[in-house]
Structures are given as C-alpha cells and as structure tokens.
C-alpha cells in the first residue's frame, strides 16, 4: 500500500482517501492525485477499520470485502450494481451498526463547481475524443478493455 496520508487529505477530501482495485493504470492514476492505493489482491479488509467505505466493484466479492473493511458505526456508501443475485450476510451490518447508503450520481453542484474552479482535472481520465461523424467507432472504442471515457466532440 502507498503510503501518502498528508497528500490523500490534500486531495479535497480532508480524509485519508485508499482505492482498492485490480488495473494497475487506473490506480497509478490515483496515485498521482495523492490517493492511497492498494492492489486487490494484497489487501485486508479486516484490516481496515474505515470510517468510509465506498463500494464501486460491481462484484459480491468487492461487496463483501467492502463490509469487512468498514468499521463498526461506520458509513458504507454503494457505488455499483451487482448484476448477480448476492448471498449476503447482513449480520455484520447489524451487529456492527454499519450505515448503508445508496449512491447513484450524487449532487451535482459541488461537481461542477470544483470544475469549474480547476480543482478537478477530468483530462487525465479521457482515453480519446472523436469528431461527431466517427461516433459509432467511438462508442466501439469506449467499450475496449484498458479504456476508462471517450468523449465524442459535437463542434
């Protein structure tokens, strides 16, 4: 796990911010926006104890660990969908009063405020642009693994 705890609570967060994920890319990405990262595999959620756990794997194993690495009488915000059917215990949520909260979009206003205000840069996040007239291509190109947005230029 990097160890970046003044940088992660520069980042805008004003909390110790780890990602934990599987594509090495998209975590060097984190990391130079000054966020702990931790590889999949060598992560302990037992270990965690956090305060906030955001949950954006899609996976009943993402959501499982997810459960695991929030402290009792913390916050588990969920991100993603789960395509499958979960066999879940929920006990630990009971017995550890963890809060569970749904999170689609979120609210807009701050986010287009910290963009506008240049405290967010989305560049880094965009794999390729493409004119109008190669919008399917572009939407073909979107759905390739390794490729995180893909913007379609209307001008």
């Known amino acids: 796990m990097s ?5 992660s609570q520069q980042a805008g967060t004003g909390a110790r911010v780890t990602a934990v994920g599987r594509h090495p890319e998209k ?3 984190l990391e130079a926006r000054g966020v702990e990262t931790c590889p999949a ?3 302990d959620p037992a270990s965690a104890n956090a305060d906030l756990v955001v949950e954006a794997t899609g996976s009943p194993l993402g ?4 459960i695991a690495a929030t402290r009792p009488r913390g916050i588990l915000v969920l991100k993603s969908t789960v395509a499958e059917r979960l066999q879940l215990d929920l006990a630990p949520l009971v017995i550890n009063e963890i809060q569970v909260v749904g999170s689609r979009c979120g609210p807009f206003a701050p986010a287009l405020d910290a963009l506008a205000q240049g405290r ?3 560049a880094p996040l965009v794999s390729e642009t493409f004119p109008l007239a190669r919008a399917t291509q572009a939407l073909s190109r979107a759905g390739e693994p390794g490729i995180l ?5 209307c001008s």
Do not use: P
Not at 3 to 7: A, D, E, F, P
Not at 63 to 66: G, H, N, R, S
């Open 3 to 7: 160890h970046r705890n003044q940088t």
């Open 63 to 66: 959501f499982e660990q997810a």
């Open 27 to 29: 975590l060097a990405s």
């Open 41 to 43: 595999g060598t992560f």
């Open 149 to 153: 947005k893909v913007l379609i230029d």
């Open 120 to 122: 967010v840069s989305v």
